[in-house]
Protein backbone atom coordinates (compact mmCIF):
# COMPACT_ATOMS: atom_id res chain seq x y z
CA UNK A 1 0.00 0.00 0.00
CA UNK A 2 1.36 3.84 -0.72
CA UNK A 3 1.50 5.87 2.02
CA UNK A 4 -1.56 8.63 2.61
CA UNK A 5 -1.59 11.74 3.92
CA UNK A 6 -4.47 11.95 6.23
CA UNK A 7 -5.72 15.20 8.66
CA UNK A 8 -5.32 15.27 12.55
CA UNK A 9 -9.17 15.64 13.68
CA UNK A 10 -7.04 16.70 17.08
CA UNK A 11 -4.58 19.34 16.02
CA UNK A 12 -5.90 19.90 12.03
CA UNK A 13 -2.38 19.31 11.01
CA UNK A 14 -1.79 16.86 8.11
CA UNK A 15 0.62 13.66 9.18
CA UNK A 16 1.70 10.35 6.77
CA UNK A 17 1.29 6.82 7.51
CA UNK A 18 3.85 5.26 5.84
CA UNK A 19 3.59 1.46 4.21
CA UNK A 20 5.17 0.12 6.93
CA UNK A 21 2.25 1.65 9.56
CA UNK A 22 -0.03 0.46 7.38
CA UNK A 23 1.36 -3.48 7.15
CA UNK A 24 1.53 -3.15 11.09
CA UNK A 25 -2.00 -2.17 11.56
CA UNK A 26 -2.69 -5.51 9.01
CA UNK A 27 -1.03 -7.33 11.65
CA UNK A 28 -2.40 -6.68 14.66
CA UNK A 29 -5.83 -5.87 13.26
CA UNK A 30 -6.81 -2.09 13.97
CA UNK A 31 -7.71 0.62 11.25
CA UNK A 32 -5.20 3.58 10.38
CA UNK A 33 -5.35 6.15 13.36
CA UNK A 34 -7.16 9.31 13.01
CA UNK A 35 -4.32 11.37 14.84
CA UNK A 36 -1.57 12.39 14.17
CA UNK A 37 1.74 10.45 15.87
CA UNK A 38 2.12 14.23 18.25
CA UNK A 39 -1.27 13.67 19.70
CA UNK A 40 -1.74 10.21 19.68
CA UNK A 41 1.14 10.31 22.60
CA UNK A 42 -0.76 13.52 24.30
CA UNK A 43 -4.51 11.59 25.09
CA UNK A 44 -1.84 9.16 26.59
CA UNK A 45 -0.31 11.15 28.92
CA UNK A 46 -3.42 12.82 30.30
CA UNK A 47 -3.94 9.46 31.73
CA UNK A 48 -0.37 8.97 33.56
CA UNK A 49 0.79 10.92 36.55
CA UNK A 50 4.63 10.99 37.35
CA UNK A 51 5.62 12.27 40.91
CA UNK A 52 2.15 13.09 42.51
CA UNK A 53 1.13 12.11 45.69
CA UNK A 54 -1.89 12.78 47.33
CA UNK A 55 -3.36 12.35 50.99
CA UNK A 56 -7.16 11.59 50.46
CA UNK A 57 -9.92 9.15 51.79
CA UNK A 58 -10.02 5.47 50.94
CA UNK A 59 -13.15 5.30 49.15
CA UNK A 60 -14.33 2.04 51.03
CA UNK A 61 -14.23 3.31 54.63
CA UNK A 62 -12.92 6.70 54.27
CA UNK A 63 -9.23 6.33 56.14
CA UNK A 64 -6.50 8.30 55.12
CA UNK A 65 -4.38 6.93 52.30
CA UNK A 66 -1.77 8.07 50.01
CA UNK A 67 -2.88 8.08 46.40
CA UNK A 68 -1.55 8.98 42.76
CA UNK A 69 -5.10 9.88 42.87
CA UNK A 70 -6.36 13.56 44.20
CA UNK A 71 -9.50 13.73 46.20
CA UNK A 72 -11.02 15.92 43.35
CA UNK A 73 -10.52 12.85 40.98
CA UNK A 74 -14.25 11.39 39.71
CA UNK A 75 -12.78 7.69 40.13
CA UNK A 76 -13.22 5.61 42.97
CA UNK A 77 -9.73 4.34 45.24
CA UNK A 78 -8.84 1.36 47.33
CA UNK A 79 -5.54 1.50 49.48
CA UNK A 80 -3.50 -0.81 47.52
CA UNK A 81 -3.36 -2.94 49.68
CA UNK A 82 -6.80 -3.74 50.07
CA UNK A 83 -7.35 -3.43 46.37
CA UNK A 84 -4.72 -6.15 45.72
CA UNK A 85 -6.70 -8.50 48.25
CA UNK A 86 -9.58 -11.12 47.92
CA UNK A 87 -11.97 -8.62 49.86
CA UNK A 88 -13.58 -7.12 46.88
CA UNK A 89 -14.23 -8.74 43.56
CA UNK A 90 -13.76 -6.28 40.48
CA UNK A 91 -16.80 -8.95 38.57
CA UNK A 92 -19.09 -7.36 40.77
CA UNK A 93 -19.48 -4.35 39.32
CA UNK A 94 -20.47 -6.42 35.68
CA UNK A 95 -22.78 -5.07 33.01
CA UNK A 96 -24.21 -6.36 30.02
CA UNK A 97 -23.21 -4.33 26.95
CA UNK A 98 -25.91 -2.55 25.62
CA UNK A 99 -25.78 -2.22 21.65
CA UNK A 100 -28.22 1.33 21.97
CA UNK A 101 -25.24 3.15 23.33
CA UNK A 102 -21.70 3.87 22.48
CA UNK A 103 -19.24 1.36 23.76
CA UNK A 104 -17.37 4.62 25.73
CA UNK A 105 -20.20 5.56 27.55
CA UNK A 106 -20.64 2.34 28.66
CA UNK A 107 -16.98 1.99 29.47
CA UNK A 108 -16.71 5.13 31.37
CA UNK A 109 -19.76 4.27 33.88
CA UNK A 110 -17.99 0.98 34.45
CA UNK A 111 -14.11 2.76 34.82
CA UNK A 112 -15.83 5.16 37.37
CA UNK A 113 -18.04 2.20 39.43
CA UNK A 114 -15.02 0.04 39.40
CA UNK A 115 -12.22 1.25 42.35
CA UNK A 116 -8.80 1.86 41.33
CA UNK A 117 -5.97 0.96 43.43
CA UNK A 118 -3.58 3.89 44.95
CA UNK A 119 -0.67 3.04 43.91
CA UNK A 120 1.03 1.55 41.15
CA UNK A 121 3.09 -0.74 43.12
CA UNK A 122 4.17 -4.57 43.44
CA UNK A 123 6.42 -6.47 45.62
CA UNK A 124 8.52 -3.53 47.30
CA UNK A 125 9.21 -2.95 50.78
CA UNK A 126 9.52 0.10 52.84
CA UNK A 127 8.09 2.26 50.27
CA UNK A 128 4.84 3.83 51.22
CA UNK A 129 6.22 7.33 49.53
CA UNK A 130 6.87 5.97 45.79
CA UNK A 131 4.58 5.21 43.25
CA UNK A 132 4.75 2.77 39.75
CA UNK A 133 7.74 0.91 41.15
CA UNK A 134 8.56 -3.10 41.92
CA UNK A 135 10.65 -5.26 43.00
CA UNK A 136 12.39 -2.28 45.42
CA UNK A 137 13.07 -1.51 48.38
CA UNK A 138 13.63 1.62 50.55
CA UNK A 139 12.66 4.00 48.38
CA UNK A 140 11.32 7.60 48.95
CA UNK A 141 9.48 10.20 47.18
CA UNK A 142 10.78 8.31 43.98
CA UNK A 143 9.04 6.92 41.23
CA UNK A 144 8.91 4.63 37.96
CA UNK A 145 11.87 2.37 39.25
CA UNK A 146 11.88 -1.27 39.47
CA UNK A 147 14.80 -3.88 40.88
CA UNK A 148 16.43 -0.67 42.94
CA UNK A 149 16.98 -0.28 47.36
CA UNK A 150 18.09 3.00 48.72
CA UNK A 151 16.29 5.32 46.05
CA UNK A 152 15.48 9.16 47.09
CA UNK A 153 13.82 11.94 45.41
CA UNK A 154 14.77 10.14 41.92
CA UNK A 155 13.06 9.38 38.60
CA UNK A 156 13.18 6.78 36.10
CA UNK A 157 15.84 3.88 37.85
CA UNK A 158 16.22 0.42 37.27
CA UNK A 159 18.61 -2.20 38.84
CA UNK A 160 20.40 0.77 40.50
CA UNK A 161 21.33 0.95 44.45
CA UNK A 162 22.13 4.43 46.71
CA UNK A 163 20.87 6.72 44.29
CA UNK A 164 19.25 10.39 44.95
CA UNK A 165 18.25 13.20 43.63
CA UNK A 166 18.65 11.76 40.08
CA UNK A 167 16.63 10.96 36.73
CA UNK A 168 17.08 8.00 34.32
CA UNK A 169 19.30 5.88 35.96
CA UNK A 170 20.22 2.25 35.17
CA UNK A 171 22.44 -0.48 36.99
CA UNK A 172 24.67 1.91 38.53
CA UNK A 173 25.26 2.59 42.73
CA UNK A 174 25.84 6.08 44.38
CA UNK A 175 25.04 8.32 41.93
CA UNK A 176 23.69 11.94 43.11
CA UNK A 177 22.32 14.73 41.14
CA UNK A 178 22.41 12.43 37.74
CA UNK A 179 20.80 11.89 34.35
CA UNK A 180 20.87 9.24 32.01
CA UNK A 181 23.73 7.57 33.18
CA UNK A 182 24.38 3.82 32.61
CA UNK A 183 26.36 1.37 35.20
CA UNK A 184 28.53 4.11 37.19
CA UNK A 185 29.79 4.17 40.71
CA UNK A 186 30.38 7.35 42.66
CA UNK A 187 29.09 9.70 40.39
CA UNK A 188 28.00 13.08 41.01
CA UNK A 189 26.48 15.86 38.47
CA UNK A 190 26.85 13.40 35.20
CA UNK A 191 25.20 13.33 32.31
CA UNK A 192 24.84 10.86 29.77
CA UNK A 193 27.88 8.90 31.10
CA UNK A 194 28.03 4.81 31.06
CA UNK A 195 30.74 2.69 32.40
CA UNK A 196 32.18 4.84 34.75
CA UNK A 197 33.63 5.25 38.24
CA UNK A 198 34.32 8.34 40.60
CA UNK A 199 33.16 11.14 37.98
CA UNK A 200 32.20 14.70 38.82
CA UNK A 201 30.49 17.11 36.41
CA UNK A 202 30.99 14.85 33.54
CA UNK A 203 28.70 14.87 30.08
CA UNK A 204 29.12 11.94 27.34
CA UNK A 205 32.20 10.23 28.94
CA UNK A 206 32.00 6.48 28.73
CA UNK A 207 34.77 4.14 30.29
CA UNK A 208 36.21 6.65 32.57
CA UNK A 209 37.75 6.56 36.14
CA UNK A 210 38.33 9.82 38.55
CA UNK A 211 37.62 12.70 36.08
CA UNK A 212 35.62 15.83 36.76
CA UNK A 213 34.06 18.43 34.80
CA UNK A 214 35.29 16.44 31.30
CA UNK A 215 33.22 16.32 28.43
CA UNK A 216 33.00 13.54 25.69
CA UNK A 217 36.26 11.40 26.96
CA UNK A 218 36.62 7.67 26.33
CA UNK A 219 38.45 5.36 28.34
CA UNK A 220 40.47 7.87 30.28
CA UNK A 221 41.56 8.45 34.31
CA UNK A 222 42.80 10.98 36.09
CA UNK A 223 41.25 14.18 33.69
CA UNK A 224 40.45 17.91 35.13
CA UNK A 225 38.08 20.02 32.25
CA UNK A 226 39.85 17.09 29.90
CA UNK A 227 43.20 17.93 30.99
CA UNK A 228 44.95 14.76 31.85
CA UNK A 229 46.73 15.32 35.27
CA UNK A 230 48.80 12.93 37.64
CA UNK A 231 47.20 10.52 39.94
CA UNK A 232 48.46 12.71 42.63
CA UNK A 233 47.32 16.17 40.79
CA UNK A 234 44.03 15.06 40.88
CA UNK A 235 43.64 13.98 44.38
CA UNK A 236 44.83 17.13 45.41
CA UNK A 237 42.62 18.56 43.30
CA UNK A 238 39.69 17.00 44.58
CA UNK A 239 40.66 17.82 47.96
CA UNK A 240 40.60 20.97 47.24
CA UNK A 241 37.39 21.19 45.45
CA UNK A 242 35.33 20.75 48.39
CA UNK A 243 32.16 19.76 46.75
CA UNK A 244 30.99 19.61 50.16
CA UNK A 245 30.02 22.91 50.34
CA UNK A 246 26.88 24.40 48.79
CA UNK A 247 28.52 27.52 47.02
CA UNK A 248 31.76 24.97 46.04
CA UNK A 249 29.54 22.58 44.35
CA UNK A 250 27.33 25.65 42.42
CA UNK A 251 30.78 27.08 41.08
CA UNK A 252 31.73 23.90 39.89
CA UNK A 253 28.39 22.69 38.46
CA UNK A 254 28.03 25.70 36.76
CA UNK A 255 31.85 26.12 35.43
CA UNK A 256 31.45 22.71 34.05
CA UNK A 257 28.40 23.53 32.36
CA UNK A 258 29.87 26.40 30.81
CA UNK A 259 32.60 24.31 29.67
CA UNK A 260 30.26 21.46 27.81
CA UNK A 261 28.84 24.23 25.91
CA UNK A 262 32.20 24.80 24.31
CA UNK A 263 32.10 20.68 22.69
CA UNK A 264 30.22 19.51 19.53
CA UNK A 265 27.35 17.43 21.09
CA UNK A 266 26.08 14.07 19.30
CA UNK A 267 22.99 14.21 16.81
CA UNK A 268 21.50 11.69 19.31
CA UNK A 269 22.45 10.47 22.48
CA UNK A 270 22.43 6.52 22.77
CA UNK A 271 24.98 3.21 22.46
CA UNK A 272 24.99 0.07 20.63
CA UNK A 273 21.99 0.90 18.00
CA UNK A 274 21.04 0.07 14.43
CA UNK A 275 18.90 1.59 12.14
CA UNK A 276 16.71 3.74 14.60
CA UNK A 277 15.96 7.52 14.82
CA UNK A 278 14.92 9.80 17.68
CA UNK A 279 16.92 10.46 20.97
CA UNK A 280 18.16 8.50 24.15
CA UNK A 281 18.04 5.10 22.96
CA UNK A 282 20.33 2.22 23.72
CA UNK A 283 20.73 -1.46 22.45
CA UNK A 284 17.89 -0.96 19.75
CA UNK A 285 17.52 -2.14 16.12
CA UNK A 286 15.00 -0.68 13.73
CA UNK A 287 13.48 1.55 16.15
CA UNK A 288 12.14 4.71 14.48
CA UNK A 289 10.78 7.75 15.85
CA UNK A 290 10.75 7.16 19.62
CA UNK A 291 12.59 8.14 22.88
CA UNK A 292 14.18 6.57 25.65
CA UNK A 293 13.78 2.74 24.61
CA UNK A 294 16.40 0.35 25.95
CA UNK A 295 16.51 -2.86 24.21
CA UNK A 296 13.69 -2.51 21.80
CA UNK A 297 13.30 -3.94 18.51
CA UNK A 298 10.91 -2.90 15.40
CA UNK A 299 9.24 0.18 16.94
CA UNK A 300 7.95 3.45 16.04
CA UNK A 301 6.21 6.37 17.68
CA UNK A 302 7.19 4.99 21.38
CA UNK A 303 8.85 6.84 24.30
CA UNK A 304 9.96 5.36 28.04
CA UNK A 305 10.07 2.45 27.19
CA UNK A 306 13.42 1.68 29.49
CA UNK A 307 12.56 -1.06 31.64
CA UNK A 308 13.53 -4.17 29.03
CA UNK A 309 12.96 -6.02 26.22
CA UNK A 310 10.21 -4.33 23.64
CA UNK A 311 9.64 -5.55 19.97
CA UNK A 312 7.00 -5.06 17.26
CA UNK A 313 5.06 -2.41 18.52
CA UNK A 314 3.86 1.43 17.96
CA UNK A 315 2.86 4.06 20.01
CA UNK A 316 3.51 2.66 23.21
CA UNK A 317 4.41 4.66 26.44
CA UNK A 318 6.03 3.93 29.81
CA UNK A 319 6.77 0.41 30.73
CA UNK A 320 7.93 -2.57 28.65
CA UNK A 321 10.28 -5.56 30.30
CA UNK A 322 9.36 -8.22 27.64
CA UNK A 323 6.28 -7.00 25.92
CA UNK A 324 5.62 -7.28 21.67
CA UNK A 325 2.61 -6.18 20.25
CA UNK A 326 1.63 -3.29 22.10
CA UNK A 327 -0.12 -0.62 20.41
CA UNK A 328 -1.23 2.95 21.69
CA UNK A 329 -1.37 2.02 24.83
CA UNK A 330 0.60 3.27 28.67
CA UNK A 331 2.10 2.13 31.29
CA UNK A 332 1.16 -1.51 30.60
CA UNK A 333 4.69 -4.15 30.62
CA UNK A 334 6.41 -7.23 32.27
CA UNK A 335 5.74 -10.77 29.85
CA UNK A 336 3.00 -8.97 27.76
CA UNK A 337 1.52 -9.18 24.37
CA UNK A 338 -0.90 -7.93 21.53
CA UNK A 339 -2.33 -5.58 23.68
CA UNK A 340 -4.57 -2.72 22.38
CA UNK A 341 -5.62 0.40 23.85
CA UNK A 342 -4.54 -0.71 27.92
CA UNK A 343 -3.75 1.07 30.30
CA UNK A 344 -1.73 -0.20 33.42
CA UNK A 345 -2.39 -3.59 32.24
CA UNK A 346 0.43 -5.59 33.89
CA UNK A 347 1.68 -8.74 34.31
CA UNK A 348 1.35 -11.46 32.00
CA UNK A 349 -1.32 -9.87 30.26
CA UNK A 350 -2.34 -10.86 26.48
CA UNK A 351 -4.89 -10.55 23.73
CA UNK A 352 -7.06 -7.36 25.32
CA UNK A 353 -8.03 -4.14 24.79
CA UNK A 354 -9.89 -0.95 26.16
CA UNK A 355 -8.56 -2.39 30.02
CA UNK A 356 -7.59 -0.77 32.39
CA UNK A 357 -5.70 -1.83 35.69
CA UNK A 358 -6.05 -5.25 34.70
CA UNK A 359 -3.71 -8.29 35.67
CA UNK A 360 -2.55 -11.29 34.53
CA UNK A 361 -5.32 -11.82 32.59
CA UNK A 362 -6.05 -12.55 29.11
CA UNK A 363 -8.71 -11.79 26.27
CA UNK A 364 -10.27 -8.74 27.91
CA UNK A 365 -12.53 -5.97 26.06
CA UNK A 366 -13.77 -2.84 27.82
CA UNK A 367 -12.68 -4.18 31.00
CA UNK A 368 -11.44 -2.15 34.63
CA UNK A 369 -9.44 -4.06 37.66
CA UNK A 370 -9.76 -7.41 36.46
CA UNK A 371 -7.04 -10.14 37.94
CA UNK A 372 -6.34 -13.14 36.72
CA UNK A 373 -9.22 -13.59 34.20
CA UNK A 374 -9.69 -14.85 30.63
CA UNK A 375 -13.24 -13.67 28.40
CA UNK A 376 -14.54 -10.54 29.96
CA UNK A 377 -16.52 -7.95 28.81
CA UNK A 378 -17.33 -5.16 30.78
CA UNK A 379 -16.12 -7.23 33.62
CA UNK A 380 -18.56 -9.88 32.96
CA UNK A 381 -17.56 -13.21 32.50
CA UNK A 382 -18.46 -15.24 29.22
CA UNK A 383 -17.36 -18.40 27.08
CA UNK A 384 -14.37 -18.83 24.39
CA UNK A 385 -16.99 -19.06 22.12
CA UNK A 386 -19.48 -16.06 23.32
CA UNK A 387 -16.38 -13.47 23.61
CA UNK A 388 -15.06 -14.65 20.35
CA UNK A 389 -19.04 -14.04 18.76
CA UNK A 390 -19.63 -10.81 20.72
CA UNK A 391 -15.92 -8.91 20.33
CA UNK A 392 -16.76 -9.07 16.55
CA UNK A 393 -20.04 -7.35 16.49
CA UNK A 394 -19.02 -4.75 19.34
CA UNK A 395 -16.21 -3.39 17.78
CA UNK A 396 -18.71 -2.69 14.33
CA UNK A 397 -20.86 -0.93 16.90
CA UNK A 398 -18.15 1.33 17.51
CA UNK A 399 -18.12 2.22 13.81
CA UNK A 400 -21.93 2.62 13.40
CA UNK A 401 -22.45 4.23 16.71
CA UNK A 402 -18.94 6.65 17.79
CA UNK A 403 -18.65 7.93 20.75
CA UNK A 404 -18.20 12.54 20.48
CA UNK A 405 -17.03 13.98 23.14
CA UNK A 406 -17.34 17.30 23.81
CA UNK A 407 -14.75 19.08 21.70
CA UNK A 408 -16.39 17.22 18.33
CA UNK A 409 -13.54 14.70 18.07
CA UNK A 410 -15.18 10.92 16.97
CA UNK A 411 -14.03 7.66 18.89
CA UNK A 412 -14.37 4.67 16.93
CA UNK A 413 -12.83 1.23 16.91
CA UNK A 414 -9.46 2.11 16.91
CA UNK A 415 -9.08 5.12 19.26
CA UNK A 416 -7.31 5.45 22.22
CA UNK A 417 -9.86 6.70 25.68
CA UNK A 418 -11.36 9.79 25.27
CA UNK A 419 -9.20 13.15 26.79
CA UNK A 420 -11.94 14.12 28.95
CA UNK A 421 -12.26 10.27 30.62
CA UNK A 422 -8.99 11.21 32.36
CA UNK A 423 -9.27 10.33 36.12
CA UNK A 424 -6.62 12.99 36.35
CA UNK A 425 -6.73 17.19 35.98
CA UNK A 426 -4.30 18.74 33.06
CA UNK A 427 -1.95 19.77 35.43
CA UNK A 428 -1.71 16.27 37.38
CA UNK A 429 0.08 14.96 33.77
CA UNK A 430 2.67 14.37 32.05
CA UNK A 431 1.26 16.29 29.12
CA UNK A 432 1.41 19.20 31.32
CA UNK A 433 5.41 18.80 31.63
CA UNK A 434 5.99 18.31 27.48
CA UNK A 435 2.90 20.71 26.72
CA UNK A 436 2.59 23.20 29.15
CA UNK A 437 -0.89 25.05 29.27
CA UNK A 438 -2.20 27.89 31.90
CA UNK A 439 -5.22 27.17 33.89
CA UNK A 440 -7.04 29.60 31.72
CA UNK A 441 -6.32 27.77 28.36
CA UNK A 442 -6.18 24.25 30.17
CA UNK A 443 -9.85 24.93 31.23
CA UNK A 444 -11.21 26.75 27.92
CA UNK A 445 -10.00 23.23 26.41
CA UNK A 446 -11.81 21.22 28.12
CA UNK A 447 -9.51 20.02 30.96
CA UNK A 448 -10.07 19.95 34.42
CA UNK A 449 -7.72 21.52 36.59
CA UNK A 450 -6.75 21.43 40.51
CA UNK A 451 -5.38 24.44 42.39
CA UNK A 452 -2.37 23.93 44.60
CA UNK A 453 -3.11 22.09 47.87
CA UNK A 454 -2.86 25.32 50.16
CA UNK A 455 0.19 24.61 52.82
CA UNK A 456 0.50 25.62 55.91
CA UNK A 457 3.97 24.79 56.99
CA UNK A 458 5.82 27.11 59.31
CA UNK A 459 9.62 27.07 58.02
CA UNK A 460 12.12 26.71 61.57
CA UNK A 461 15.00 27.23 59.06
CA UNK A 462 15.29 29.23 55.76
CA UNK A 463 17.42 27.70 53.19
CA UNK A 464 20.76 30.44 53.06
CA UNK A 465 20.69 29.56 56.97
CA UNK A 466 21.84 25.84 56.48
CA UNK A 467 25.43 25.06 57.26
CA UNK A 468 26.90 25.27 53.75
CA UNK A 469 29.41 22.13 54.08
CA UNK A 470 27.88 18.92 54.96
CA UNK A 471 30.91 18.41 58.13
CA UNK A 472 28.76 21.27 59.93
CA UNK A 473 25.21 19.47 59.83
CA UNK A 474 24.35 17.94 62.98
CA UNK A 475 21.44 15.36 63.16
CA UNK A 476 19.12 17.48 64.72
CA UNK A 477 18.75 19.19 60.85
CA UNK A 478 16.43 16.16 60.66
CA UNK A 479 13.97 18.01 62.59
CA UNK A 480 13.71 20.98 61.34
CA UNK A 481 11.38 22.20 58.45
CA UNK A 482 13.36 23.75 55.52
CA UNK A 483 12.06 26.40 53.40
CA UNK A 484 12.38 26.31 49.69
CA UNK A 485 14.71 28.57 48.07
CA UNK A 486 11.68 29.28 45.26
CA UNK A 487 9.31 30.17 48.13
CA UNK A 488 6.22 28.65 46.03
CA UNK A 489 7.16 31.64 43.35
CA UNK A 490 8.02 28.96 40.26
CA UNK A 491 5.96 26.91 38.43
CA UNK A 492 7.37 23.89 39.55
CA UNK A 493 4.24 22.87 41.93
CA UNK A 494 6.89 23.80 44.71
CA UNK A 495 5.66 22.75 48.15
CA UNK A 496 7.52 25.85 49.65
CA UNK A 497 9.18 23.96 52.70
CA UNK A 498 11.07 20.67 53.02
CA UNK A 499 12.54 17.74 55.65
CA UNK A 500 15.72 16.02 55.68
CA UNK A 501 15.13 12.52 56.48
CA UNK A 502 18.03 10.38 57.97
CA UNK A 503 18.57 8.39 55.20
CA UNK A 504 19.35 11.12 52.97
CA UNK A 505 21.76 12.97 55.57
CA UNK A 506 23.36 9.58 55.57
CA UNK A 507 23.12 9.94 51.87
CA UNK A 508 25.00 13.01 51.50
CA UNK A 509 27.40 12.46 54.53
CA UNK A 510 28.79 9.02 52.69
CA UNK A 511 29.33 11.16 49.54
CA UNK A 512 30.02 13.78 50.73
CA UNK A 513 27.84 16.33 49.45
CA UNK A 514 26.09 19.80 50.36
CA UNK A 515 22.01 19.82 51.40
CA UNK A 516 19.93 20.74 49.09
CA UNK A 517 18.14 24.51 49.09
CA UNK A 518 15.25 23.51 47.07
CA UNK A 519 11.81 21.23 47.80
CA UNK A 520 12.14 17.83 46.15
CA UNK A 521 9.54 18.83 43.22
CA UNK A 522 11.50 21.86 42.69
CA UNK A 523 14.82 19.81 42.15
CA UNK A 524 12.99 17.52 39.94
CA UNK A 525 11.27 20.06 37.80
CA UNK A 526 15.08 21.59 37.89
CA UNK A 527 16.50 18.35 36.26
CA UNK A 528 13.80 17.98 33.44
CA UNK A 529 14.45 20.92 32.14
CA UNK A 530 18.14 19.38 31.00
CA UNK A 531 15.45 17.08 28.85
CA UNK A 532 15.45 17.19 25.33
CA UNK A 533 12.18 17.44 24.00
CA UNK A 534 10.15 14.24 22.03
CA UNK A 535 11.09 16.03 19.03
CA UNK A 536 13.52 15.65 15.82
CA UNK A 537 14.53 18.37 13.68
CA UNK A 538 16.52 17.93 9.68
CA UNK A 539 19.60 20.08 9.92
CA UNK A 540 23.16 20.24 8.88
CA UNK A 541 25.98 18.98 10.62
Known amino acids: MNKEIKNCQNCKIDFTIEPEDFAFYEKIKVPPPTWCPTCRLFRKMLWRTDINLYRRPDSRDGTPIFSMYGPESPIKVYDISYWLSDKWD ?26 FPSKAVDRVVSCDYANNASNSKDMYLS ?22 NSIYTHSSENVFDGFYNTRCYNSVGAHNCADSIDIFFCKDCVGVTSCFGCVGLRNKSYCIFNKQVSKEEYQQFIKEASVGSWNMYRTHKERSYDFWKQFPVKFMSGTKNIDVTGDNLNNCKNVRESFDVTEGENLKYCYSLTFGIAKDSYDYFRFSNNAELIYDSLACGTNISRLKFCSYCYPECSESEYAIQCGSSSNLFGCVGLRKKQYCILNKQYSKNEYEELVPKIKQHMQDMPYTDKGGRVYTYGEFFPMEFSPLAYNETVAQEYFPLTKDEALARGFRWVNPEEKNYRPTIEADQLPDNI ?24 TTAFKIIPQELQF ?3 MNLPLPRLCPNCRHYERLKQRNPLKLWHRQC
Do not use: W
Open 90 to 115: PMDYRREYDFSRPFFEQFRELMLDVP
Open 143 to 164: FAATNVENIQFSFVVYNSKSIS
Open 471 to 494: EDVTDSICSEVVACAHAGKCDQRC
Open 508 to 510: YRK
